[in-house]
Structure formats: C-alpha cells, structure tokens
C-alpha cells in the first residue's frame, strides 16, 4: 500500500468514516467515489489522505452536506475536483473551496442551472470543465466563461 496513488471505489463503504475502510497511509493522490460510496460515510475523514489532490465524485455518490463541504474546503492538498451535476447544492455549497484549481462538472438535465450558484465557491479555479449529458440543456458557452471570469473555460456537449 505504500505505492497505491489511485484507487476507485464504486460500491458502498460501511461505517461513518472513509478512513476505516480505505487504506489510509497510501500516499493516495487521486480517489473515485461512486455508486453508493459515501452513503453512510459522507466525506468524514478525508483529511486521513493528505496527499490527495483529485477527488472524482459521481452523481451516484450520496448528496453532500455541510460537513462534507468543510472537509472538501479544508483539505490541504486538494486542486482537482470531479462532480456529478446531481451533487451540486441548489443554493451553493455551505463552504467556499479556495484550493481548488481545476473543477469538472458532469451535468446532466435539471442540474444545469446549479452552476451559476456553485461558481463563487471556486473563486481560484483556473481551468472549468463542463460536460452536458445528450439530455441536459445548456445555456450559451459564454455565460458559463462569465460564471468563471478567472478561469479557461472548456463546453463540452454530445455530439460536438
């Protein structure tokens, strides 16, 4: 374990802790979660991986809460963040995330919208990248650069 930089997890994690049931002191850089992963666990202790610098998070990952953005915003190392649409708060996440650099957005109908509140939470976001589902219904590529005036911002939309 002392060499594992990447690791998927696309089942359900049992307990309320990431670290009891992944390996913590895996100098783990990149983590998936997916199907269910963080259902009983949230994000709690994601801070027992402090070299991680990606988090890819699934719209089949439970939906995040408070403490789950905290822990997101706090990490030390984290620059790369991966979200499904469907976690994307309504009104914005409860916490800003200064350390994020690179942000994806996986978007699928009816979380369009959502961006426009979630992209103060990103103010040092340097490159944004938006993926529409065939079904979702995406608004001109020029609001969302306004949404991200920091940033290079890459609209990508089926078929195109």
Do not use: C, K
């Amino acid at each position: 374990m002392t060499s594992l930089s990447s690791l998927s997890v696309i089942q359900p994690v049992p307990g309320d802790s990431l670290a009891a049931f992944l390996p913590v002191g895996a100098p783990l850089d990149q983590l998936i979660l997916g199907r269910g992963t963080t259902e009983t666990t949230g994000l709690n202790s994601l801070d027992a991986f402090p070299e991680l610098t990606w988090l890819n998070l699934s719209s089949d990952t439970a939906a995040l809460g408070p403490r789950d953005w905290e822990q997101l915003a706090r990490h030390p190392a984290l620059t790369r963040l991966s979200l499904g649409g469907r976690l994307l708060p309504p009104h914005g996440p409860s916490s800003e995330l200064p350390g994020i650099r690179v942000l994806t957005l996986h978007l699928e109908a009816g979380t369009e919208e959502h961006v426009s509140r979630f992209a103060p939470a990103v103010p040092y976001a340097d490159e944004v990248r938006l993926y529409f589902a065939e079904d979702a219904a995406p608004a001109a590529d020029d609001v969302y650069a306004g949404l991200f005036p920091q940033a290079e911002v890459t609209v990508h939309r089926p078929g195109r």
